[in-house]
């Protein structure tokens, strides 16, 4: 299970830029969500999403890479349980 995680205050403004929600509206939506520190503990990976597109790029890249060295043959995205993946931030820079 892999999940990409940042910080509630990140969570909120970007939810807020995005789309245009209050504050409270982004806050219901993320108190609907599993709560961090449970996401963490069941993940097998979790990807730090606090910084630029560009440093969680590499951070993904590092753990699809490790992934594929264990699992070896397929394309990353082939050996990615897809009913398994977790996302704790919904605004994703990938």
Do not use: H, Y
């Not at 969570?11 to 108190?31: H, N, P, T, V």
């Not at 490790?66 to 990615?80: E, F, K, S, T, V």
């Amino acid at each position: 299970t892999l999940v990409v995680a940042v910080a509630e205050a990140t969570q909120l403004e970007r939810l807020r830029a995005r789309d245009g929600f209050s504050a409270e509206e982004a806050e219901k939506r993320i108190a609907a969500q599993m709560p961090l520190a449970e996401k963490c503990a069941r993940a097998d990976a979790v990807i730090d999403n606090e910084g630029t597109r560009d440093e969680l790029a590499a951070r993904a890249a590092t753990i699809l890479d490790a992934a594929g060295a264990i699992a070896g043959g397929l394309p990353w995205w082939a050996r990615l349980p897809r009913t398994r993946v977790l996302l704790l931030d919904p605004l994703l820079w990938l």
